[in-house]
């Protein structure tokens, strides 16, 4: 079974060029319908995974690479400075996270940890990837707030006992 338009059945329903992609992202594909591939069949005993590239860890990947691991996530090649502001929001929030957990610094964590943003955000894969980065950083200055907040709660808190120590001490 075929799932999909043809590009030229398009004009059939009235979707124009420029609405196609919004189009085709609201179509959805049932979970239980088998998916074919498509793929030759491999041969017994030959390898046909190509050689991986090394990847270089989360600390140093803006300096190898010029840019934020953020921003080659979300395909961001040029910003300004709102969005500087976010990709720093998020790469805060990523590592301290990664801190937090006591993960290893790596590109599986940075990703692991994007997956349960999405799914705490209920971000589907078909999200725009605009609105999708607005979405983490909008949750990640939020989620910086609430902490600098707990943190000062935590300072409160030890201040309070310490003056019920001297009072009734």
Do not use: C
């Not at 594909?29 to 190509?50: C, F, L, Y």
């Not at 040029?78 to 301290?96: F, L, P, T, V």
Request: glycine residues 6%.
């Amino acid at each position: 079974m075929t799932v999909g338009l043809q590009l030229t059945d398009r004009s059939k329903y009235g979707i124009s060029r420029n609405n196609m992609d919004a189009f085709v992202s609201k179509i959805s594909i049932p979970m239980d319908v088998p998916v074919e591939s498509h793929a030759p069949p491999k041969e017994p005993g030959i390898m046909t995974q190509q050689p991986t590239e090394a990847v270089p860890p989360l600390e140093v990947w803006q300096e190898v690479n010029g840019m934020p691991y953020t921003a080659k996530h979300f395909g961001i090649n040029a910003w300004n400075k709102d969005a500087e502001a976010s990709i720093s929001a998020i790469e805060g929030y990523i590592r301290g996270e990664i801190a937090r957990k006591g993960l290893d610094p790596t590109i599986d964590s940075y990703n692991e940890i994007m997956r349960n943003i999405d799914a705490f955000l209920q971000l589907s894969p078909n999200t725009a990837d605009n609105v999708r980065f607005q979405k983490v950083s909008d949750y990640a200055k939020l989620f910086s707030k609430y902490q600098k907040i707990e943190d000062q709660k935590k300072k409160l808190l030890v201040q309070a006992s310490q003056l019920r120590e001297i009072e009734y001490g």
